[in-house]
């Protein structure tokens, strides 16, 4: 055993880790055991970083932050929930979101907020999308494109003393095409 010498804000700092392992556990804990938590469970961060944070926690009070260690854990959490979810973030600008939320009460639109109006566009334009996709589905098989991306084409021939035109020479000569011969 060794006799460490600390100051009194670190002596409380270290009763408080003491008293919420003694909540955690159910059982006591001793000061060793709170040292022994804070060595294995601790992430070291740039002191920089750090006092950004403090800072942050001071001039938003109204978030309900009170020490550094809840608004790590809170981030923490925020983003492993942002790394694991199947959705996608985008970063608008507060001002231009609280304008626009603003217009869209303001204006009488059908929407109920930013928010609404946001994901109301994202919807009809997957409707337009899907309505595209389809129509260029339906022009690819019109235009002898099939499922697998080839072109096939039927010529059909009739009993004409006209020369074959270009394009057609060519499907054949390239063996790309399937000839039909009806008589017309």
Known sequence: MKTLRISDISHRKLTGTVGTLMAKKGKMQTYQDAIEAMLNHSVILPPELLAQIQSFIEENKHLSFTTREEFMRDAARWRLKFL?????????PREKYERLDAAVKEMNTPYHSA?????KQIQEVLKQYDKWRKKTKKTKREDGKGKT????????????????????KKCLKEKKCAINQYLV
């Open 115 to 119: 928010s609404d109006f946001i994901h």
């Open 149 to 168: 991306g080839k072109v096939s084409r039927t010529i059909i021939m009739g009993v004409s003393p006209k020369p074959l035109p270009l394009e057609v």
């Open 84 to 92: 694991n979810e199947d959705s996608e973030y985008i970063e608008i």
